[in-house]
């Protein structure tokens, strides 16, 4: 395939995508999830950008990677929209913000609180991060079919990982009722929204927020607990996705 076939960031395919998309950070967990797909081919590698076609239930589905913070992740968005893909969930991982919320648990996000580091050079302040309501539905009714602890509500999505000097204002989120801590998720349902493209996301905790950690060897997301929660979460993003009526 040319390079005049391929868009310039992700080196996805200008045409010959399926509508429906999977999205998560990690290449290595892109992978980890071809090898559930039926009839699976390798379509772009490029960067952080890892993805693939193949199968599910039936329904062919593209999934990709798009690595760490929005305004990398964007790119993808952008380009398996320009691809045609209409309906897109993320996969990711995030930190638990309120008690009661168990390592391994999936969020389900109605919508973000957008303090990505993008979104703001792309729309007024004043404009929401939604989840689309079928997509939120979609999800909650697969995680209680692979009963699959889940919580709904909203999400943080920040640019910041770990805690820097200033003050981002975490128990002011805790107050106010905010689930978890994650990094992407908003400029998805941003982008997606202007376009006219279903968007939501499932989210598998992995532990604390990072601002609750000493420093950096606080932070432990390769634990039974979270790898079973994201085997879960694959399951019910992957039967969320496919479960949904085509758009006309």
């Known amino acids: ?14 045409t010959g995508l399926p509508t429906r998309a999977l999205v998560v950070g990690d290449p290595f967990r892109a992978e980890q999830i ?48 320009d691809a045609g893909v209409d309906t897109i969930i993320r996969l990711g991982t995030a930190g638990a913000l309120l008690r009661g919320i168990g390592d391994g648990d999936l969020i389900i996000a109605e919508s973000c609180v ?21 997509v939120v539905i979609a999800l909650a009714e697969a995680a209680r079919r692979h009963d699959a602890p889940h919580h709904r509500g909203i999400v943080w999505t920040r640019a910041a990982f770990y805690p ?13 009722g905010v689930l978890a ?15 006219g493209v279903r968007a939501g996301g499932g989210l598998v905790i992995d532990g604390a927020t990072a601002d609750d950690l ?12 979270v790898a079973d929660g994201v085997s879960r979460g694959i399951s019910v993003t992957l039967d969320a996705l496919v479960a949904l009526p085509e758009l006309v």
């Open 214 to 225: 000493v420093d950096t060897t606080g932070y432990d997301p390769h634990r039974t607990v």
């Open 164 to 176: 820097g000097i200033i003050d981002l204002n975490q128990a002011g989120y805790v107050k106010l």
């Open 34 to 81: 071809s090898h559930q797909l039926d009839n699976v081919r390798e379509v772009a590698h490029q960067r952080e950008y890892r993805s693939f076609v193949g199968d599910w239930n039936g329904s062919t589905v593209v999934v990709s990677s798009h690595g760490v913070g929005a305004p990398g992740a964007i790119c993808l968005f952008q380009e398996l929209m």
């Open 181 to 195: 801590i994650e990094m992407e998720l908003s400029a998805l349902l941003v982008l997606a929204s202007t376009r």
């Open 114 to 134: 957008r303090d990505d580091g993008v979104t703001h050079q792309l729309v007024p302040e004043s404009y929401p991060a939604a989840a689309n309501p079928e």
């Open 1 to 14: 395939m040319s390079q005049a076939d391929t868009f310039p960031v992700t080196g996805l395919p200008k």
